[in-house]
């Protein structure tokens, strides 16, 4: 059995084995750098766009009334256009 140098262990994410350019530099695309412009040019439209969201979504749901409209749906027939009788 010969004695000789280690093997040299595979790297555990292969992806660190790529070595990168000197003059490689992370990518943006358009949209980003878009938003980005945007949010320079007016530091405050995170916060109204928050304030939007607030008024559509973000709302208490009475929980009770739920349940009361829950139990009084009526089942559909499964033909909507055919009338008994």
Known sequence: MAIGPAEPSAPANPIESITMPLFWKPYKSDVTQ????????????EERQRQGRALLW?????????A??????????????????
């Open 34 to 45: 878009f938003i980005d412009s945007l949010k320079q040019r007016d530091p405050q439209l």
């Open 58 to 66: 973000d709302k208490q749901v009475d929980r009770q009334a739920q």
């Open 68 to 85: 009361e409209q829950r139990a009084a749906r009526v089942a559909q027939q499964p033909y909507v256009y055919h009338t008994k009788g």
